[in-house]
């Protein structure tokens, strides 16, 4: 499965957890072409809207570049959402708040094993 069709089905099954979490929650298709910036998930539980960039790996480090974060960050400022990151390591799903990431060099890292990582759970 190549790139782009492992990070649609990464981003639908998402969705689907969400859904399964008592979030309503939409996929951007086709976030990243777009002339505007646009998160891959929009979520909400009628409390709490997220934008969320959703990466899958199957290494134990994802690396999000800083234009990345930083637009993320202005959606969901305008939008009135949370920003999150979400990834998948191989079968298993973290979630990251943005300032739980860590600074490495000219990349912000989100590590499997790292202690801020949340559980869907934590979303709510």
């Avoid at 300032?99 to 759970?121: I, P, R, V, W, Y």
């Amino acid at each position: 499965m190549g790139g782009n069709q492992k990070g649609s089905a990464a981003e639908r099954e998402l969705v689907s957890m969400l859904w399964g979490s008592k979030f309503a929650a939409i996929r951007a298709a086709g976030s990243g072409a777009q002339k505007f910036y646009s998160p891959d998930v929009l979520a909400s539980n009628g409390s709490k809207v997220l934008a969320i960039e959703c990466k899958s790996t199957k290494h134990t480090n994802q690396y999000f570049e800083p234009q990345q974060i930083d637009k993320l960050e202005k959606f969901a400022e305008i939008f009135k959402a949370e920003p999150w990151l979400a990834v998948k390591f191989s079968t298993e799903w973290k979630f990251f708040k943005i300032e739980d990431l860590e600074q490495t060099g000219k990349a912000h890292a989100a590590a499997k094993d790292s202690g801020k990582a949340k559980a869907l759970l934590d979303l709510s």
